[in-house]
């Protein structure tokens, strides 16, 4: 499974976009990258899927380099409820029944007033 | 349509004692996850399954025991619990891609079980 670096805490404000950044320098062929948000007290919530170029959807864009060896998620004027902390995950669980799904330490993104 | 429930939503357990967390999913998903949140952290897989009667384990298994009777549901049993089991659990479904016209493949997750042991 390839393993993921992403900031541990980001701050931003409201109206702002704000671009978290995943590396993923041992990304297999096979593995898709995939976003997730988690509430406090909530189960984590997915936001976006994607392999490769760009993906966009009401929430959010991912964008993925060519060498896939990163990608970025990218979440467009910003409120107060956007306040979570995001998940990022490569692995090839989107095809292969026998991948595990793995969750690395996430990234705490704060939005102040 | 509930999505993923989770029985029971809180429980405290004394050290030793044996008790057993349901995860329901009503979506006909194939694949089905436990996963323990410790306070602060990200979430571990403890143990999944990739279909009716298969059970595998993940990143943090022992101390735990998980059964697939049906397809809907996936228990998650502590035999002995301890305090550092203290946590919140997660279970999570998402389906068999190549059997689905969706072309995401996302988890659906349960609200949580917060488990403390003393």
């Known amino acids: 499974l390839a393993k993921t670096t992403q900031p541990i805490s980001m701050d931003s404000y409201e109206g702002q976009e704000v671009n978290i950044t995943c590396s993923h320098n041992?990304?297999?062929?096979?593995?898709?990258i995939t976003w997730y948000q988690q509430f406090p007290s909530q189960g984590p919530r997915f936001i976006i899927q994607g392999y490769k170029t760009k993906v966009t959807n009401e929430v959010a864009s991912l964008f993925i380099p060519a060498d896939r060896k990163s990608s970025t998620l990218s979440l467009p004027r910003v409120s107060l409820s956007d306040t979570a902390v995001y998940y990022c995950?490569?692995?090839?669980?989107?095809?292969?029944?026998?991948?595990?799904?793995?969750f690395g330490s996430g990234t705490r993104l704060s939005i102040r007033p | 349509n509930a999505g993923v429930t989770q029985t029971p939503k809180f429980r405290v357990l004394k050290t030793g004692q044996s008790m057993t967390l349901l995860c329901a999913q009503d979506m006909n998903h194939e694949y089905m996850y436990w996963y323990r949140q410790d306070p602060g952290m990200g979430l571990r897989l403890i143990h999944y399954s990739v279909g009716e009667g298969t059970t595998a384990k993940g990143e943090v298994p022992d101390g735990y025991n998980v059964s697939r009777l049906k397809k809907q549901n996936f228990l998650l049993g502590l035999e002995s619990a301890a305090p550092s089991q203290t946590s919140v659990y997660f279970c999570?479904?998402?389906?068999?891609?190549?059997?689905?016209?969706?072309?995401?493949?996302?988890?659906?997750f349960g609200q949580g079980t917060r488990l403390t042991v003393v």
């Open positions: 999570a479904s998402k389906p068999d891609r190549s059997l689905s016209t969706n072309m995401n493949t996302e988890a659906f």
């Open positions: 995950l490569v692995g090839d669980h989107v095809y292969s029944s026998a991948s595990k799904i793995i």
């Open positions: 041992n990304i297999a062929t096979n593995d898709y």
